[in-house]
């Protein structure tokens, strides 16, 4: 039985958390040093977090943990408004002058700005930034690379950048914290020529330490701007160490814990903020978790067995049951955060249609003496993904009676995802971080593909890669289309029409977007948790 099931699983999910909460908490309970600069102030904000940043410099970081810090202290020429995905100048003047081809980009510049060791910022200081993240080949290097041409100074305050092919996300590349000004002084335009202790750029903080478990930001005395709203920042790095993180906010020892606290410990911290013990932020995550079907395999190349898949899918018991709530619905590939999100497979399908996903599978020609056998592939490593694959399970043995099979199955990391691209699974449970904010980025490299045909399905692009193996030719029209579309009207209306396509063709099934939470104590403001899961450090304050 379906509630036996998921009660069996419900129940193992929570031993294992408990146990490990157990284990780890007991074992590790140490606190911040008190000898080190990250500790309670007044004046200043302590926070805490598990992840250590690989480099600090913007043309080599690709993770968050870094990209956090450079976000704080340095700065790009466009920016998101805080909490939303809406794009606004911040060392540009203005949105960009665009040629009519949509090639060219005019950007003015801000004036009156200088980097933290004095030097002076120009259109020769941010072209050589671009510049320079192209040139030295850096993790996150092709994110421009593979769409600019040229960078140029063309005026002491105006930059001119030429792309290689039109795309309107541009713009979104130019908010990338890795494609902030940094200062020509110190810095070096060369393959590998990285600086990963430190950053010096435009922002409203400088880095004044990074080491292994400590991170100090101080007030930018020369910014240009607004000041921040404290007087600087203590980090405390746990190195990994969730339960460090999770007793050292409990015992007061930081203002703020952010990424990454396990569902459990998440779980015990918002019960305790309905006592008033200390406040929950919480923010809508970009990170799309989804489930990939492999059109080229039996019997996932019929549509009406992936459209009966997507019209099973009970959402709400793997959140409640899975994801102890902590996920958020979604029903497309493009997140709830921008405004182009279509709940397009809700408005398919429903949710939990049980009836509707019969009587596709009965039109596909399966039954219980002929079933649909789908194993659904997941890194061994993902305890989360391995009990949504038993979930799901659970959920056709018993409503389906054995017309549809879910078998879960699991390899470690390495192979799952060298195996997706060779089409070795039917199907598959996955995650997507995205590479920079605009709804390309959630369709893009889900459903182009340069090579392919109605017959072979996609032998060479994303969808291939991605282990789909779609082609569908009107949709990579569509997709070029947006990507040289200005007008943000007309991208939405192509946005529209892409996502009911995925909703019909069912390539993937959107399941839930992540949720990221922040703990602050009651005397702390202020705190806010962008899109991009970054967090901009200068509007905490405390009470005094």
């Known amino acids: 039985m379906l509630d036996q ?17 157990l284990t780890v908490g007991c074992n590790s309970t140490q606190t911040p040093n008190s000898s080190t600069n990250n500790t309670i102030d007044s004046n200043r904000i302590s926070i805490g977090t598990t992840l250590k940043p690989r480099t600090l410099d913007p043309a080599d970081n690709y993770e968050l943990a870094g990209l956090n810090i450079i976000y704080n202290v340095a700065e790009t020429l466009y920016t998101y408004e805080l909490g939303t995905t809406n794009i606004v100048p911040l060392l540009a003047t203005e949105m960009p002058q665009v040629s009519e081809d949509g090639i060219t980009y005019n950007i003015p510049l801000r004036q009156g700005v200088t980097f933290s060791d004095g030097t002076p910022f120009n259109s020769e200081a941010m072209a050589f930034s671009l510049n320079r993240f192209i040139s030295n080949g850096g993790k996150p290097a092709f994110l421009l690379a593979d769409v600019v041409q040229t960078v140029e100074a063309t005026g002491e305050y105006e930059i001119t950048i030429k792309l290689k ?5 541009f713009p979104a590349l130019l908010a990338f914290p890795g494609t902030s000004a940094v200062s020509p002084q110190f810095y070096e335009i060369g393959a590998g020529k990285f600086n990963p202790n430190t950053v010096i750029g435009t922002g409203k903080y400088k880095l004044t330490e990074f080491d292994s478990d400590s991170i100090t930001l101080d007030v930018n005395e020369n910014y240009w701007g607004e000041a921040p709203a404290n007087q ?9 160490n969730s339960a460090n993180l999770f007793n050292s906010f409990r015992t007061g020892a930081i203002d703020v814990a952010y990424q990454s606290l396990d569902p459990n410990q998440i779980s015990n911290l918002l019960q305790e903020t309905s006592n008033n013990k200390w406040q929950v932020i919480d923010g809508s995550g970009t990170v799309v978790n989804y489930l990939v079907l492999n059109l080229n395999q039996e019997p996932l190349n019929k549509l009406e067995v992936r459209q009966a898949i997507a019209a099973l899918m009970n959402r709400n018991v793997i959140n409640q049951r899975v994801l102890q709530g902590q996920g958020e619905l979604v029903y497309s590939l493009i997140p709830t955060a921008f405004d182009v999100y279509q709940p397009s497979f809700y408005d398919a399908y429903g949710e939990a249609n049980i009836s509707k996903a019969k009587d596709l599978i009965a039109k596909s020609g399966y039954s219980s003496e002929n079933p649909a056998i789908v194993e ?8 989360t ?18 017309a549809i099979q879910f078998v879960p199955q699991s390899v470690e990391s390495a192979s799952f995802f060298s195996n997706l691209s060779q089409g070795i699974y039917p199907a598959a449970l996955a995650d997507w971080y995205p590479d920079f904010l605009d709804a390309d980025n959630y ?14 399905g996609c032998e060479e692009g994303a969808a291939q890669s ?9 949709v990579n029209q569509l997709i070029n289309r947006q990507r040289q579309e200005i007008n943000p009207e007309t991208r939405q209306t192509i946005f529209a029409e892409l996502q009911q396509i995925l909703a019909q063709d069912v390539p993937y099934i959107p399941l839930w977007q992540t949720k990221d939470y922040a703990f602050a104590h009651n005397n702390v403001k202020g705190l806010i948790i962008n899109p991009s899961q970054n967090i901009p450090f200068w509007m905490i304050e405390k009470n005094s």
């Open 443 to 456: 369709v893009q490299p889900f459903l182009s593909c340069t090579k392919g045909s109605n017959s072979k």
């Open 232 to 240: 600087g920042i203590n980090m405390q790095v746990y190195g990994g």
């Open 466 to 474: 991605r282990g789909s193996f779609y082609y569908n030719d009107k």
């Open 5 to 21: 099931k998921l009660h069996q699983w419900g129940k193992y999910l929570s031993l294992f958390l408990l146990c490990f909460y």
């Open 376 to 383: 659904i592939w997941y890194p061994s490593g993902s305890i």
């Open 385 to 402: 993904r391995g009990i949504v694959a038993e979930t799901l399970k659970a959920l056709v043995e018993k409503e389906f009676d054995g």
């Open 165 to 169: 092919q039109p795309f309107s996300a």
